[in-house]
Structure formats: C-alpha cells, structure tokens
C-alpha cells in the first residue's frame, strides 16, 4: 500500500461515513470528505484521489448517475459504491457501471480495508499495463520514424545518383528535393537550391515557359536550349499531393541526329530535282517523236505516274526542310472560310466518285488570321484529302471552323477507318504511316508531318481524337493573334 494513497470519501455525514474515516486513516490512507458535488469536483481535480467511495445516495443525487459522469471523464479512477443494502441486482449494475466494486452493512473495519486494497491493487496494475501499451505504441512510432528517416535518404541518394536533372516541388512552385545534376546543367554556384521558388532559383525561360504550359494546358514538356549547343527535354509530372516534378534528360544527341538526317534529307530531294524534271520533260517530248503503240502510251503514263508522286514525295521533302529551318515568315491577312473553297474544290471529283456526303459550317464571327496563306491552304488540303481518302464509299466528311476566346478552331471530321489509340501519338511524325494505310490508301506519311509543321509555325496546335471503325476528328488551334 502506498501511504500517501488519497482515499475521496464522498458520502451523506452519517455514523458509516465516520467508520471509513477513521478506518483509513488508521490505515494509513489519506483522507478527504466533501460534502457536495463542488466539493467533490474540485477534489478530484486538484487533489487527484487514487480511489473514491461514493454513497449510494450523495447530497440529494443518484451515486450511480455521478460515477457515471466521473467514470466517462476519469475512466481509470476507481471507485467504490456504498450501498444502505445488498440488493439482489446491485453487483451486476456496480460491474456495469465500470465501478471497481461495493461496500454495504454490516461493515467490518477489515471489509473497508479489503475493498479499498483490492480495488487498488488492480487500479495499480491497469495503469502498469495502461504505462507499458504506451510505451510499446511510442518505441513502434520511433522504429518507425528510424525506417522512414532511412528511406527518406535512400530517396535522396537514389535521386542524386540519378543522370537526369530531377526537381521536386510544392504546390506553391518551391523546391523540395533537387539533384546535383540540374546545378550542373544550369551552372549553378549556388547549390543550396531546397526551399525556394524554383523560378526564382532556376531563372531560365524555357524552364518558365515549361513550368506556364504544365498550369494551362495538358503539354507537360518543354525543350530547354542552351547557347552552347545543349538541348533537354524538360518533363513536367503532377505528385498527387505533393506538387510535381521536372525530370531533364540530355536530347543534344538526338537533335544532332535530327539535324544531319534533315540536312541529309534535303540535299537528296534537292538534287533529285533536277533529274526528275528531266524525266518528266522527256517523257512529255516521247509522245511527240511519232506514233506510239498502245502498249508504249500506257507505259508512258505509268512512268508519267511513278514521276510524278517522286516529284511530290520531293517537294514535300523540301516543303518540311524549309519549314523545320523557320523559314516560313510570310504573313497576310487569310479569311479562312474563302481558303476551305479552293481546297474543296479540288476534292470535288474524288468526294463524288466515293460519294462521299461533304459538309462545312463556318462561324459567322470567324476572325482573319496573319498567316501564310499557301501553307493554309496546304494544312487544309492535306487534313481533307486525308479524311477523304481514309473514309470509305458512302461516308461522310464535316469540315467546320469556329472561334474560341482568341483561337480559331478548325475540325475535319470523317466517318472512315479510324486510327488505333496508340498510333494516334505518332501520325504526325515524318514518313510514319498508320496500320490502318496499309490497307490500299497511298501516300508517304508526309502529309501530317508539314500540317504540324505548318501548325506550329503559326504558333498553334494540332491533335486527332479518333475511335477505330468510326472515325477520326482533327482539331487545328490557330491564335489570331501572334
Ligand atoms: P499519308 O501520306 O500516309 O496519308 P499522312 O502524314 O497524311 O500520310 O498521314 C499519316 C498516317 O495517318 C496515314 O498513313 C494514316 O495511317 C493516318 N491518317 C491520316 N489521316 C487519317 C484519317 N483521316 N483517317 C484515318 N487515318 C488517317
């Protein structure tokens, strides 16, 4: 028994509440009485009783509805309840009530002391056990916060090993987490990066540039250009919760790649001019030499043919060529709707052979562009002769153009083959040709490479949505306004 134990003491004045005082204080046991409930109120919180015993009546009160309330604040207080007689059910509702047991007459100075010890006795050991949860929860917390501290530097270590520029930020833009890498690629002297605002930190537009499309729009990567020469793709990806990263890996290669097989490109088409308009001239002047067999005029007209799509496949080549380089600068005033007219009107034969049902809507509020009309009407021409050729006899083919804030929105719409879903990405890459084309349709797979060409040099942008076996759909954005 600890001696400085405090036993509460909340009984009516009475002869048993005499009894219990003096037993425990005989007893070794610290007293206090309280007569009321504010008496009692403030006992229990200031003077922290280890057990209390409380009248089965207390100052006009139920004891049962009391311990109640005490119990729910102070759930580990035990307490006894004295009750004038053992009623039959009283054991059951004293276990009930969570209480740790009862005293009733006739009471034996040893009965207090018993009850009082006992209900101690396990008082002491829920608390032990109540001590030692408390400390296995916060030794499992610490293990734990050990375990993420290694992770955490294992990221870190993994990230800095990392050959690519890695850059973790806030949803505010500021950084949590960088690598040596981006210090390197941007020639950093500061190197203590962590905390602030990445554009602040890293004031390169490209990455700015990056860091604005990733907020507007669903573009989330950027190439960012150095005067040396060094070219990276600067990759933005959303962290749920966290903010995002930019990844940058090192493309300087592969531009210098791109470059040469351009270049290729180019002096190629460039030389096989020449000669093919040497064939294509010879092959006119063949007619007029005398009288050809029929034999000798067909194949005339297919070497005529075969002449003919190299001199496009040519043109095209230098078409690209000049527009990669920047070379397309000219700009006028381009109504669009009168543009649509010419290139339908050369689409007319093929759209009746197919009977092919062609309709247009064009807004009535459709602003002029500043653009170069004959790469207009060259991205037109190709977006609706490739919805045409790609859309079976009996299909259809909508053309609409509308405005959106400052853009013009353009749409060519068919109900024809369709382009499968991971093909989509790469039909306007040069020379690439879906599966689909394989099925009969010629064509080099130029086509969409100078529409995004020319796209892109108006400052726009060009996608396709498309579902196989029903159709495709290709979006043209164009600013009015550079
Ligand atoms: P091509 O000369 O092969 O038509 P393009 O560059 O114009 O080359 O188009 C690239 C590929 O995209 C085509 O080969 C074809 O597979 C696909 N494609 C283009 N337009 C359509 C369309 N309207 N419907 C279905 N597939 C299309």
């Excluded at 009692?40 to 280890?50: F, G, H, R, T």
């Excluded at 540039?209 to 250009?225: D, S």
């Excluded at 562009?369 to 190709?382: E, G, K, T, V």
Aim: charged share 25%.
């Amino acid at each position: 028994m600890a001696k400085n134990d405090l036993i509460l003491l909340t009984l009516d004045p009475s002869p048993v509440l005499d009894l219990m005082e003096r037993t425990l204080t005989a007893a070794g046991f610290g007293v206090a009485v309280v007569h009321d409930r504010l008496g009692m109120e403030k006992s229990i919180q200031e003077a922290i009783p280890a057990l209390m015993i409380i009248g089965e009546k207390f100052s006009g009160e139920d004891g049962f509805s009391i311990s109640r309330e005490i119990l729910e604040r102070f759930p580990t207080l035990p307490i006894i309840l004295y009750a004038d007689k053992d009623t039959n059910g009283l054991a059951r509702s004293v276990l009930k009530m969570g209480m740790s047991g009862y005293l009733c007459p006739p009471l034996k100075m040893s009965d207090i002391t018993d009850e009082v010890q006992r209900s101690l006795a396990r008082a002491r050991k829920l608390g032990d056990w109540l001590r030692r949860e408390v400390k296995r929860t916060t030794s499992s917390l610490a293990e734990k916060a050990d375990l993420s501290e290694a992770e955490h530097q294992k990221l870190e270590a993994i990230i800095a090993n990392i050959q690519d520029g890695v850059i973790v930020m806030d949803r505010h833009r500021n950084i949590i987490l960088v690598n040596r890498a981006v210090s390197d690629i941007f020639d950093l002297d500061d190197l203590d990066l962590v905390g602030r605002s990445v554009i602040d930190a890293i004031p390169n537009e490209d990455l700015q540039a990056l860091l604005a499309r990733a907020t507007n729009g669903p573009l989330k990567y950027h190439e960012v250009n150095f005067n040396d020469g060094r070219v990276y793709n600067a990759q933005y990806t959303p962290i749920p919760h966290i903010g995002g990263a930019i990844t940058m890996q090192d493309i300087s290669y592969l531009k210098e790649l791109d470059r040469l097989k351009s270049d290729f490109i180019h002096t190629i088409s460039h030389d096989l001019r020449s000669p093919l308009t040497a064939i294509m001239g010879y092959t006119e002047l063949v007619e007029r030499t005398g009288p050809l067999t029929h034999n000798q005029q067909e194949f005339l007209r297919r070497l005529q043919g075969s002449a003919q799509h190299i001199t496009t496949l040519v043109n095209d080549l230098l078409d690209l060529g000049r527009l990669d380089a920047g070379f397309d600068t000219r700009r006028e005033t381009v109504h669009l709707d009168n543009v649509l007219k010419y290139s339908l009107d050369i689409f007319d034969n093929q759209v009746k052979k197919k009977n092919i049902k062609l309709s247009v809507n064009v807004a009535p509020n459709l602003k002029a562009l500043r653009a170069n009309p004959i790469r207009i009407r060259q991205m037109l021409d190709n977006l609706v002769g490739n919805a045409i050729k790609y859309t079976p006899t009996d299909g259809s083919v909508h053309v609409s153009m509308s405005m959106e804030g400052e853009q013009i929105i353009i749409k060519v719409k068919d109900t024809g083959v369709g382009i499968p879903p991971e093909e989509q990405g790469r039909v306007f890459e040069k020379f690439y040709r879906a599966s689909n084309a394989a099925r009969g349709a010629q064509g080099s797979g130029l086509g969409l490479a100078i529409v995004k060409s020319i796209v892109d040099s108006h400052q726009g942008r060009v996608w396709v949505e498309s579902t196989v076996g029903k159709g495709s759909t290709f979006i043209v954005l164009l600013p009015t306004q550079e």
